[in-house]
C-alpha cells in the first residue's frame, strides 16, 4: 500500500504549500463589506511597495534599471477590440494616426473614466464607509465622491466625470455612472464616446494585495455593442497620493500649434 | 468542471481578448513633438532645473562642434512621478552639475529634445523621462484597422 500514503503525502505537502502561498483576505468594514480603502496602482499585476513593484521596467519606464528596455513594464489591459461603429472607428484611427494630439489630458482637462483607473503611473487613493466611497486620483488631481445605494439625482447636467453611484453585489462594489459629456476618452487613445455613455465599474477586492476591476461601457451612439475592459489594481502601501496641478507649466498646446503651422510631419506613416 | 477542463476555458477565453498596453502615459504626445529614430547624448553643465506639472525641464549648457556653449532644453517626468523614480529636489541634481543625458531631439529641430537617462559624475544613473513613443498611442490603435 505504498502508492495511497505517497498520494497521501502529495496531497498533504501541496496543501500546504497553497496554504503558504495564499495571499492575505481582503480587510472587511464594520459593515461586513470588502473594505477598498487604500492607496492604489491600475493596470499593475505586481505585488508590493511601488519602488519594489516597479523596479526593474517600471510602470512608464519609471524602474532603476538602466538596461531594461524601454517597454510599459507592469501595465496589463485586457480588452477585445474596441467594438465602434465604423464611422467611429474611423475618427479613433484618425487620433492614433495624429499621435494623440487632440487629447484632452494635453490641456489638462480630465482624461476620462474609466481611463483614470487605468494610468498607472499616477496612484489612486481610495476611501470607504458605509454609506460613501471616494476615489482620489492623482493623475490631474480629480475625485470622484459617489454614495452606496443611492439613486442618480433627477438634475444630472453632462460633466467630464459623470455622475456615480454604487452598491454592493455579494463582495463586488458595483458602480453606475451617467451624466458625461463628451470631451473625455474612455481609454487608449482617441477611444471618445457620446453624451449617451453609460459605464458600469465592478471593483472586487479579491485579497489584501489586490482589485479585480472590470468595466462595461454602453453607448449605442459609437458602438455596436458594450466593451468590457479588465485590468487589476495592486495595493501600494506606504505611497502617498500627491499634488498634480497640470495647468503649471503646460507647454504642449503651444508646441502642436507649431508643428501644425510649420508644417512639420508627424503623423503615423 | 475538472481543474483540467476549467484551465482550457480560461486558456480559450484568454485567446479571444487582447492585451492593450499604453494607458499607462502621461499627458502629451511623445511621438508628436519628439522622433525616437533622432537620439541624442549630450553632457553639460546644469544651468536650470524645472521642476513643474505636467513636465519637468532640465537646462544644459552644452558645447557644439566649434566649442560654443549652445542652452539644451530636455524634457522629463512631472515631480510626483520624478520621486517615485528615486529623485529628490535639489539634492539629486543641482545647478552647476556635469551630468550626461540620453534623449530623442525634438521634430521642430534645435537644442530641444526629450529626456530618458541622466548619468551623473559618480556614474549613477536615473530615469528623468519617460522611453520613447510614451503618449502617441502605443503600437496599435484601440480599434481593428479595416
Not at chain 1, 521596467?57 to 485586457?78: E, M, R
Not at chain 1, 463582495?171 to 453606475?176: A, E, F, G, P, Q
Not at chain 2, 533622432?38 to 525641464?57: A, D, L, R
Amino acid at each position: 500500500m505504498r502508492t495511497p500514503f505517497f498520494i497521501a503525502l502529495a496531497v498533504t505537502a501541496s496543501s500546504i504549500a497553497i496554504a503558504a502561498q495564499a495571499p492575505a483576505a481582503a480587510p472587511r468594514g464594520a459593515d461586513g463589506k470588502p473594505d477598498l480603502t487604500g492607496v492604489w496602482q491600475g493596470s499593475s499585476t505586481r505585488p508590493g511597495k511601488w519602488e519594489d513593484a516597479n523596479n526593474g521596467l517600471g510602470v512608464g519606464g519609471t524602474g532603476k534599471d538602466p538596461n531594461a528596455p524601454p517597454s510599459l513594464g507592469s501595465q496589463q489591459v485586457i480588452t477585445e477590440p474596441a467594438p465602434y461603429q465604423p464611422w467611429a472607428a474611423a475618427r479613433v484611427l484618425e487620433s492614433f494616426n495624429k499621435r494623440g494630439i487632440d487629447d484632452p489630458a494635453a490641456l489638462c482637462l480630465p482624461p476620462g473614466v474609466p481611463r483614470l483607473v487605468l494610468v498607472s503611473l499616477f496612484p489612486i487613493e481610495i476611501v470607504q464607509t458605509p454609506k460613501r466611497v471616494v476615489f482620489m486620483y492623482e493623475y490631474m488631481n480629480v475625485f470622484r465622491s459617489i454614495p452606496i445605494d443611492a439613486p442618480h439625482p433627477p438634475d444630472i447636467a453632462p460633466t467630464y466625470l459623470g455622475d456615480s453611484v454604487a452598491h454592493w453585489e455579494g463582495n463586488t462594489l458595483v458602480v453606475d455612472a451617467v451624466g458625461f459629456n463628451d470631451k473625455t476618452w474612455l481609454t487608449g487613445t482617441g477611444t471618445f464616446h457620446s453624451e449617451d455613455l453609460h459605464l458600469v465599474e465592478r471593483y472586487t477586492r479579491v485579497s489584501k494585495d489586490r482589485i479585480d476591476f472590470e468595466a462595461t461601457i454602453d453607448d449605442p451612439k459609437v458602438l455596436t455593442k458594450p466593451w468590457t475592459i479588465r485590468t487589476t489594481m495592486m495595493l501600494r502601501e506606504g505611497t502617498r497620493v500627491q499634488e498634480y496641478v497640470c495647468a503649471e507649466n503646460n507647454q504642449d498646446p503651444a508646441q502642436y500649434e507649431r508643428l501644425l503651422k510649420e508644417g512639420v510631419g508627424f503623423r503615423r506613416p | 468542471m475538472t481543474m483540467t477542463r476549467r484551465v482550457a476555458h480560461a486558456v480559450a477565453a484568454t485567446a479571444a481578448l487582447v492585451m492593450l498596453g499604453a494607458p499607462a502615459r502621461a499627458h502629451h504626445s511623445f511621438g508628436a513633438e519628439y522622433d525616437s529614430n533622432q537620439p541624442v547624448t549630450v553632457t553639460g553643465v546644469v544651468t536650470k532645473i524645472e521642476w513643474t506639472n505636467p513636465h519637468s525641464f532640465i537646462y544644459l549648457d552644452v558645447a557644439d562642434a566649434a566649442g560654443q556653449k549652445v542652452n539644451w532644453k530636455l524634457e522629463g517626468y512631472p515631480p510626483n512621478v520624478l520621486y517615485r523614480t528615486g529623485w529628490k529636489r535639489d539634492v539629486t541634481m543641482k545647478v552647476g552639475d556635469t551630468v550626461t543625458v540620453f534623449a530623442w531631439r525634438a521634430r521642430l529641430g534645435g537644442p530641444l529634445a526629450h529626456s530618458r537617462e541622466v548619468t551623473f559624475a559618480d556614474g549613477n544613473k536615473l530615469f528623468f523621462g519617460p522611453p520613447a513613443g510614451t503618449g502617441d498611442g502605443g503600437a496599435a490603435p484601440a480599434v481593428k484597422v479595416p
